[in-house]
């Protein structure tokens, strides 16, 4: 195998410092240099939509590192607020902005884009949340009182109403679905998640469509519904998905899935090309925690773990082995934590207690998920019976004998 002198991450995010973070740790002495499309150094993004939005805290959102420990401890070259535009896959040069960047082997670590409300572009008071300056503005609004709509009953949009809700303004989820939240935890924990919002106050209009957005003097003042109803607001916040950061790859020649672009990635996180890896939002690899089924996760957990297995598998792939995880993410609605480890996709999902909430998913005879409500100190110990592909018999059994955990009070 060519020695490795040049190793280049692309996307300053949580995968692309852990891929940084795991190769020096591998004892690799070699350049590495860190691309990113946002000037900010690579920061958390869980709390944009959580803590951030709080009123009356001091809103943060400070980097993993300092740039100091990125240039000096682990010798990266930073280039940031330039975008990966394009890939010569046969010279091994990347192409950022009006540079261009050898590698030997490169992690694609872009993540994703928030998916924007059609016709919305350059209106005042119309958002979505996917970075720092997303969240600003978003803070922004709800400082000065802001009437919201949020367009879109998932994870994000649902913290961005909880956020509001907890300073007492009015808010308003636009929600195609009849439930919630059905693909991500399938329909009985989705009217769960529904219940949480009308309890709190919220308007929660489900199986309705945003027909226009309304706009006067260059700013959003509402939305029309299918329905003809008409909802006055002064911030629109699109909670609609995400689309992979991959547009810069289309004429390199590597694997990408044909409905949403991402990376096609095999069990290693190696892509179709020599030497290119992917991590987090923006690959699919096949999971053989779960029979090989073909996932792409928007999760913390699968970011980090993602990134640090790129990268050791990128710098010595005789030895890579197959990444095999448990999905894992939270969310926190209304003073209350929800958690979701393994897949939805289930033959059967068996409540086992109403509140505080648990549930397990099967498939066959193992089980393959587990989702609760406010029981933090449990949820890892469920996770860890998935990963050990445990029956469902034995899961169930376990999960019938946890201790009962008190019920927070609802805040509105």
């Given at each position: 195998m060519d020695p490795v002198r040049d190793l280049v991450v692309v996307g300053a995010s949580l995968a692309g410092l852990r891929a940084v973070e795991a190769a020096r740790r591998k004892g690799y002495d070699g350049r590495i240099t860190l691309v990113g499309a946002e000037p900010h150094l690579?920061?958390?993004?869980?709390?944009?939509?959580?803590?951030?939005?709080?009123?009356?805290?001091?809103?943060?959102?400070?980097?993993?590192?300092?740039e100091e420990h990125l240039r000096e401890e682990l010798g990266v070259d930073l280039l940031l607020g330039t975008p990966a535009t394009g890939l010569d896959a046969s010279d091994r040069v990347l192409e950022a902005g009006d540079r261009e960047v050898r590698y030997d082997r490169l992690?694609?670590?872009?993540?994703?884009?928030?998916?924007?409300?059609?016709?919305?572009?350059?209106?005042?008071?119309?958002?979505?949340?996917?970075?720092?300056?997303?969240?600003?503005?978003?803070?922004?609004?709800?400082?000065?009182?802001?009437?919201?709509?949020?367009?879109?009953?998932?994870?994000?949009?649902s913290e961005v109403a909880s956020g509001a809700r907890k300073r007492g303004l009015p808010v308003t989820i636009v929600e195609s679905l009849d439930v919630p939240l059905t693909r991500s935890v399938g329909p009985d924990a989705g009217r769960v998640c529904a219940e949480l919002h009308r309890a709190n106050g919220a308007d929660?209009?489900?199986g309705r469509g945003v027909r226009e957005l309304l706009v006067?003097?260059?700013?959003?003042?509402?939305?029309?519904?299918?329905?003809?109803?008409?909802?006055?607001?002064d911030l629109v916040v699109a909670g609609i998905g995400v689309v992979p950061s991959t547009g810069w790859l289309r004429d390199s020649g590597i694997a990408l899935h044909e409905r949403d672009g991402a990376l096609l990635c095999d069990a290693t996180l190696a892509t179709s090309l020599p030497g290119v890896y992917g991590a987090g939002d923006v690959a699919y690899w096949p999971n053989p925690l779960f029979d090989d089924q073909l996932m792409r996760l928007e999760h913390w957990t699968n970011a980090a773990e993602h990134g640090a297995a790129a990268a050791a598998h990128a710098l010595d792939p005789a030895a890579a082995v197959p990444v095999a995880s448990v999905p894992y993410f939270w969310s926190d609605w209304y003073g209350h934590r929800i958690q979701f480890v393994g897949v939805p996709q289930a033959d059967e999902v068996v409540v086992l207690a109403e509140e505080p909430y648990l549930?397990?998913?099967?498939?066959?005879e193992r089980v393959v998920g587990a989702l609760t409500v406010d029981r933090p100190t449990q949820i890892m110990k469920l996770r860890k019976l998935v990963s050990q592909r445990a029956s469902w018999t034995e899961a169930r059994e376990f999960a019938e004998g946890l201790p009962a955990v008190r019920a927070p009070q609802r805040t509105r």
């Amino acid at each position: 195998m060519d020695p490795v002198r040049d190793l280049v991450v692309v996307g300053a995010s949580l995968a692309g410092l852990r891929a940084v973070e795991a190769a020096r740790r591998k004892g690799y002495d070699g350049r590495i240099t860190l691309v990113g499309a946002e000037p900010h150094l690579p920061y958390d993004r869980p709390p944009l939509s959580k803590a951030f939005l709080d009123e009356g805290t001091t809103p943060e959102a400070p980097p993993f590192r300092s740039e100091e420990h990125l240039r000096e401890e682990l010798g990266v070259d930073l280039l940031l607020g330039t975008p990966a535009t394009g890939l010569d896959a046969s010279d091994r040069v990347l192409e950022a902005g009006d540079r261009e960047v050898r590698y030997d082997r490169l992690i694609v670590a872009t993540g994703a884009a928030a998916r924007t409300l059609p016709g919305t572009e350059g209106v005042a008071g119309v958002h979505a949340l996917r970075t720092l300056d997303d969240a600003v503005a978003i803070r922004t609004a709800l400082d000065a009182g802001a009437r919201t709509v949020v367009v879109g009953a998932g994870f994000i949009g649902s913290e961005v109403a909880s956020g509001a809700r907890k300073r007492g303004l009015p808010v308003t989820i636009v929600e195609s679905l009849d439930v919630p939240l059905t693909r991500s935890v399938g329909p009985d924990a989705g009217r769960v998640c529904a219940e949480l919002h009308r309890a709190n106050g919220a308007d929660l209009r489900l199986g309705r469509g945003v027909r226009e957005l309304l706009v006067a003097d260059g700013r959003a003042v509402g939305v029309l519904l299918d329905d003809g109803t008409r909802v006055d607001a002064d911030l629109v916040v699109a909670g609609i998905g995400v689309v992979p950061s991959t547009g810069w790859l289309r004429d390199s020649g590597i694997a990408l899935h044909e409905r949403d672009g991402a990376l096609l990635c095999d069990a290693t996180l190696a892509t179709s090309l020599p030497g290119v890896y992917g991590a987090g939002d923006v690959a699919y690899w096949p999971n053989p925690l779960f029979d090989d089924q073909l996932m792409r996760l928007e999760h913390w957990t699968n970011a980090a773990e993602h990134g640090a297995a790129a990268a050791a598998h990128a710098l010595d792939p005789a030895a890579a082995v197959p990444v095999a995880s448990v999905p894992y993410f939270w969310s926190d609605w209304y003073g209350h934590r929800i958690q979701f480890v393994g897949v939805p996709q289930a033959d059967e999902v068996v409540v086992l207690a109403e509140e505080p909430y648990l549930a397990l998913y099967r498939r066959g005879e193992r089980v393959v998920g587990a989702l609760t409500v406010d029981r933090p100190t449990q949820i890892m110990k469920l996770r860890k019976l998935v990963s050990q592909r445990a029956s469902w018999t034995e899961a169930r059994e376990f999960a019938e004998g946890l201790p009962a955990v008190r019920a927070p009070q609802r805040t509105r």
